[in-house]
């Protein structure tokens, strides 16, 4: 089946440190829109409360032929570590600077997945280094077909 959702914003605003699969709680009418394609986590983070890490600012459309028990786009919903990796993770996440983003959605077995990263913000300054960088890429990238042309 492949991804779900894809999180394009977290690479461009985090240096991603480390990445890691959890599960996700979610209720059948997010699980029949979320297989339309119908939702986003370019604003999402997780953040841990209580033992518990919760995935806020997921926004998964209503499903269109749900009744009056479908779901709220942005809910707050819940994702599934274990007590040791949690922790591991709260640690981490004290450092200054430090976030968990969902880098994106993808199935696995039938069963929604959240692929989540350990992040560092970005600075203005590295974003830009960045664009340069992936610029001059592009650029030596068409001198070499322009040159393999020219033989």
């Known amino acids: 089946m492949g991804d779900i959702i ?29 297989r339309a394609g119908r939702g986003q986590i370019r604003d999402a983070f997780a953040r841990i409360e209580n033992g518990q890490i ?12 749900g009744n009056r028990m479908n779901h709220d786009p942005k809910a707050c919903r819940r994702l599934l570590l274990h007590k040791n990796e949690i922790r591991r993770l709260e640690l981490k996440v004290m450092a200054k600077g430090h976030a968990i983003v969902p880098l994106g959605l993808y199935w696995k077995k039938n069963r929604v997945k959240v692929r989540l990263a ?10 830009r280094d960045d664009i340069k960088k992936r610029e001059s890429d592009k650029e030596l990238r068409r001198a ?4 393999l042309k020219n033989r």
């Open 6 to 34: 894809s999180n394009s914003k977290a690479r461009r605003d985090y240096f991603i440190l480390e990445t890691m699969e959890a599960g996700i709680v979610l209720r059948g009418t997010e699980v029949k829109s979320l």
């Open 54 to 65: 919760n995935l806020y600012n997921a926004h998964i459309d209503e499903y269109n032929f």
């Open 118 to 127: 350990l992040g560092k913000g970005k600075a203005e300054y590295d974003k």
């Open 144 to 147: 070499m077909s322009v040159r």
